[in-house]
């Protein structure tokens, strides 16, 4: 007769180590699960995969995010639905990540109305204000409006498209609309930090009386928008009739000569040459027509002003502009140079230094900055030639446009005490209407800070493009895909789901 065999079981030696081992086991797990977390709270990256969001911050950011110590307050003042909120909210996440003192708080206007007239009546806002940044710190703020956040550029749209939008009265040929085709935001996001966390606002002067572009000037010809600019540099920007002055004041730490139609007196160049003698800061943009007689006093400063005009057949553009990216190793334009960004300048003069064997030339740093091509040519007489006067052909082959100038006024002495000077042979570039073209912005944003001594912020801000997709259907083609999305994918379905049942039923 067969005995059944006993059942044989696991032994308090076997069960106590199973749990043992359960326990390691699961302890280990916890404890790489929490070293992971903590690594990943310490050192990880943050990546954008939706396209018009995917952005670096330019190294003049970083290194600002990376210098500031002091904590700045940034309110996004936004409705969540505009357009323009997503791409402001993604930006500063990343500003954000660099720098943990920058505190962000939302507010949206319409959904928070008693947050949004604290927000109003903290900064003295007007009830119009809305979809704006404000950065606060050291009891200053600054507010950047969303209309400064996006570069815009009309487009042609057909009649359909302009119904659409909400233009019931379009024109059967169409029209046109403004599309946003550039984020701005780090550019003034990152003035704005500059504007109100830091201690020094340097004073800039602007030599009037001269027919000189106006720095409040919006029209086309005027320098609006370079004041703007220096602006956002954190400049404070004057107006200097150096005719009513005995002298240039002494709280200007950059002198800025406009484009001068008009010549000045001997006395006006005198004071400019006591202010160079200090130490002084000037920055020269000489007009096409006159050089301001300033033809000495910058030739005793090393330069040489060319009466003629630039020609550069290889790169001249459709409206008579020469676009010049043949720069030379300098502060002012390495940027400009690594980033492969041409300037675009119109009707320009030569800027020679010296050459070597001038006595003058041994008594300062003289350096070229911008050059034509191997083909440029300089004309005399070629802005006179519908009076009768032949152009003359005075020099051919790559010319300098723009040159800088070093000197050191105390002789003999170990001293950062500088003169410093940046003459460009054409003030057009930096006109309303040109100042956006092609690397110019850039190019006055880095003589500036040359000249000012502001080496940090030698770094370049570029627009973020924005894309855009744009689907348009007729009214059948619209009808068709309705039919396919609403009827015949969910037909679709639902049949493969008979099919397989009515399969597993067989």
Known sequence: MEMNQPTT????????????????????????????????????????????????????????????????EITVFFDRTESTFRLVDELLKQYIHRNPRLKVTHVDPLQQPREARQVQARYRLSEQQHNIVVFASNNKHKVVSSAQLSHLTPRQASTSELQSAGQENANQGGGFVMERTAFLGERHFTSALLAVSGNEQPIAYCLTGHGEHSITNLTSMGYGEFGQLLGEMNLQVRDLELQKQPTIPADCQLLIIPGPKSELTLEEQR???????????????????????????????????????????????????????????????????????????????????????????????????????????????FLQSNAGTQPTLEHQGSLPVAAAVERDTLEGVNT????????????????????????????????????????????TIGPQPIRTYRFEFRANEFRNLAVILVVLMPLSTLTLGILVWLRRRT
């Not at 070293?35 to 952005?55: D, S, V």
């Not at 054409?426 to 100042?435: G, V």
Request: aromatic share 8%; hydrophobic share 40%; proline share 4%.
């Open 271 to 381: 004071r400019l040459n006591q202010y160079l003698d200090r130490g002084g800061r000037l920055m020269v943009l000489l007009n096409h027509r006159s050089d301001g007689g300033l033809t000495d006093l910058l030739r005793f400063w090393g330069l040489t002003v060319g009466h003629n005009t630039v020609l550069d057949q290889d790169n001249t553009l459709g409206d008579g502009s020469i676009t010049l990216r043949q720069y030379v190793h300098h502060p002012v334009v390495q940027t400009l140079h690594r980033e492969q960004l041409p300037v675009r300048l119109l009707l320009p003069r030569t800027i020679s230094p010296l050459p070597g064997t001038d006595p003058l030339a041994t008594k300062q740093k003289m350096y070229p900055l911008i050059q034509t091509g191997p083909q440029g040519k300089a004309y005399q007489h």
């Open 416 to 459: 950062d005490h500088l003169a410093r000077m940046v003459v460009i042979g054409d003030s057009l570039f930096l006109s309303n209407q040109m100042i956006d073209k092609e690397g110019n912005r850039e190019l006055a944003w880095h003589t500036v800070n040359w000249l000012l001594d502001r080496s940090h912020l030698l770094q």
């Open 9 to 72: 079981g696991f032994s308090a030696r076997l069960r106590w180590s199973s749990w043992i081992n359960l326990l390691a086991a699961s302890l280990a797990v916890v404890t790489l699960g929490v070293a992971l977390n903590y690594y990943a709270h310490r050192h990880y990256q943050r990546h954008t995969w939706a396209q018009n969001l995917e952005h670096e911050l330019s190294p003049r950011t970083e290194q600002l995010l990376g210098d500031m110590t002091n904590e700045v």
